[in-house]
């Protein structure tokens, strides 16, 4: 009896365990299934988003080749900086790789344009350039300061490209082309012509037209549409050039070595300049544009100026130029038996994962 109490509880708690482990048996198999289930919901769903992202990925082929047709090159050239012989070449090529070339013409060749001029939504410049498809792939060219245009909340930012001058060398150029004018327009009366005054004399006499104010201009281009950029002297308006030199613009070369510049241009942007330099090269006479008469000034006049603080930063500002240009050109160009060459793609990719079997 006493070994049936313990047998029979010994028989329950056996049957018990039993239909325990069955049942998890059972529940562990219905979790599996329903695991199994959502797997296979979760791998459809996966290949439902994969599809959407290839098919939109797809997309950004189709308009990322249409962004190359999209580029907007700004040239906002500094007056007397040999300008007219760079935009000339893109007037030669504009036809033969097929882009249009707009001259930015404003009122009295005044650099800064109104508030309303820059940013009235749709009419004026900044919508302007970004919208205007039929135009694209465009060059602008102007006498106009430095615009940012990511400030008006537009899509595309235009690619800045300048060239600058020794300073004085510049102011000198202007000097004489308002007297004389150049060999590109004879025919055309200057503001000062009749005024036989070399520079020399001018600057001997302290006259306005070669006073050191007047060297202040390559500055403020640069940096653009501030109050700051206009006020003579100002080391703010200097660093904010800089700044935009480095960060804001594409290439920024030298009108002493603007055959460089060319050739270094061409090969970043070659739907707009595939053969600028041949063309530079062997029409060198027909780009350049010398303003008639022009006489070098004597050493007196050099070392007054270069008394003026308007001229040390003028000058600190293009051998900032100087030595950025210099810095691409030495990464971008070699020189063999007396020729430039630009530098076939130095980069490549490697260790790519996973592996395309
Ligand atoms: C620019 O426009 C003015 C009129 O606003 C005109 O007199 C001048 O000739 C134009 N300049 C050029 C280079 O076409
Ligand atoms: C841009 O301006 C020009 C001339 O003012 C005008 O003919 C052209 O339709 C404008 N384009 C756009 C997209 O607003």
């Known amino acids: 009896m006493r070994i049936l109490r313990t047998v029979m509880p010994h028989k329950f708690q056996l049957l018990a365990v039993l239909a325990f482990g069955l049942a998890v048996l059972v529940i562990e198999n219905q979790i599996r299934k329903i695991d199994e289930s959502r797997e ?14 290839e098919q939109r990925r797809g997309g950004q082929v189709t308009s990322s080749l249409s962004q190359a047709e999209d580029v907007v090159v700004i040239y906002n050239r500094v007056p007397k900086t040999a300008s007219t012989s ?6 030669d090529l504009c036809g033969k790789n097929r882009f249009h070339v707009l001259h930015i013409n404003t009122s009295k060749n005044n650099p800064v344009l109104s508030l309303q001029d ?3 939504p749709l009419v004026r410049f900044v919508h302007n ?3 205007w498809q039929e135009m694209k792939p465009a060059f602008y060219h102007g006498h106009v300061a430095y615009l940012d245009f990511s400030k008006y909340g537009v899509e595309g930012k235009p690619t800045y490209v300048n060239v600058v001058r020794d300073p004085i060398e510049r102011l000198v150029s202007y000097y004489y082309f308002l007297r004389f004018g150049d060999d590109y327009r004879p025919g055309l009366r200057r503001r000062k012509q009749g005024d036989k005054k070399t520079f020399d004399e001018c600057v001997a006499a302290g006259g306005p037209d070669c006073a050191p104010e007047k060297l202040w201009l390559q500055i403020p281009f640069f940096c653009g549409h501030h109050s700051e950029c206009w006020n003579v002297g100002s080391r703010w308006a200097l660093e904010e050039a800089k700044a935009n030199l480095v960060r804001e613009y594409l290439l920024v070369g030298l009108t002493e070595e603007l055959e460089d510049f060319v050739m270094i241009l061409e090969a970043v942007l070659p739907r707009f300049f595939k053969g600028a330099s041949q063309l530079y090269r062997t029409g060198k006479k027909s780009h350049l544009r010398k303003t008639t008469e022009k006489k070098p000034p004597a050493e007196e006049t050099i070392t007054k100026l270069h008394q003026s603080d308007i001229w040390k930063m003028e000058n600190e500002f293009y051998e900032f130029a100087q030595e950025q240009f210099q810095f691409v050109r030495a990464h971008a160009v070699r020189e063999k038996d007396g020729e430039l060459f630009v530098l076939a793609q130095s980069f490549f990719y490697e260790k790519i994962y996973p592996k395309v079997s």
């Open 40 to 53: 296979i919901l979760e791998r459809t769903v996966a290949r439902h988003k994969v599809a959407a992202v």
């Open 86 to 91: 760079f935009t000339n070449i893109a007037y």
């Open 118 to 120: 820059q940013a009235r």
């Open 129 to 131: 350039v970004t919208s």
